[in-house]
């Protein structure tokens, strides 16, 4: 049986990797970090079969605990602080967490190493963030970084460890540069989800509107679950390389909510948005768009969720959320 280790289980792409790997016939091991973890749980209910173990990417002993314990044929590093906005005001954490972690993941790696003849190999969740200020469109792996976050910042330094740990020690390192993916899994803070969440209790009469920052900012929009797959390949590949994994359209946030609000029969949501200072940036990434040309060529990967579908998915999983738990409170 191939073990995986997954550091972020927790999180929408945890989650669905471990899905994807347990249907491989994959012994799971999922990291969770901290006493009586509360997010354990859901992990337990959706896939019961991953066996959690606790480590912190920010203790670099743990890591290596967790190394020897698990003995992973595969490493999917996916924890981070992932949440651009509080990025900007947690740096340090971000920076010892998104950037330091992985630093600390690859000497885990590269001290405890696996056997000879099957040494670990290694996933980092890169992202298109670290573009920030765009040089060129689309975006490759060959586009510089020019990110604009601390969130952003730290994500570079990770994945040009990835790149340096492979070259300097030779270890199956692979860096996932994943443009935005969604699903009705997102955590309310990120703006997709706060608006698939809002726009469903809008149409149950729950609350009449959203807050919101910047709704000029484009994003290249994916689906998460299907996002896994193309982790997963990067690691069957025979030679370790980094691959953008992106839908190449982009749409703005406006686009989004003229989707979402359509979808409960609302053709003009001005009143039901309200702006925001709070959830701007202090600086922000325009426009994202990638081009995965070479994921198709050497992966054989494609997504396959066109936006509209993601938009529908995101806010019928929260009409159906919110009609139950207003069931609920009704019976109670
Ligand atoms: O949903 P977001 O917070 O996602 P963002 O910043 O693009 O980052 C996400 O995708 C990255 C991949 O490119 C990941 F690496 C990262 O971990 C994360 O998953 O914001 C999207 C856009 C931004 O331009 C933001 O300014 O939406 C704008 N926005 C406008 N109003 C808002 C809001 N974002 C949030 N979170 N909340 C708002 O109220």
Redesign the pocket.
Known sequence: MTRALITGVTGPDGMYLAEFLVGKGYEVYGMIRGQNNPLAENVRRSVPSVELVEGDLGDISSLIGVMEQTQPDEVYNLG?I????LSFKQPELTANITGLGVLRMLEAIRIVGGSDANPIRFYQAS???MFGRVRETPQTEMTPFHPRSP?GVA?VFGHNTTVNYREAYGIFACSGI???HESPRRGL????R?ISHAVARIKLGLQDSV?????E?S?DWGFAGEYVEAMWLMLQQDEPDDYVIATGETYS?REFLDLAFSHIGVEDWASCVVQDAR???PA??DL?VGDATKAKEKLGWEPRTPFSELVRMMVESDIEDQANKLEESTIR
Do not use: H
């Open positions: 981070a992932s949440f651009v906005g992202s298109s963030e969130y994500k994943l443009f935005n803070e990120f703006v997709t706060k807050a919101l920052g910047n709704l900012s994003r946030i959830y701007m940036r922000e990434v994202l």
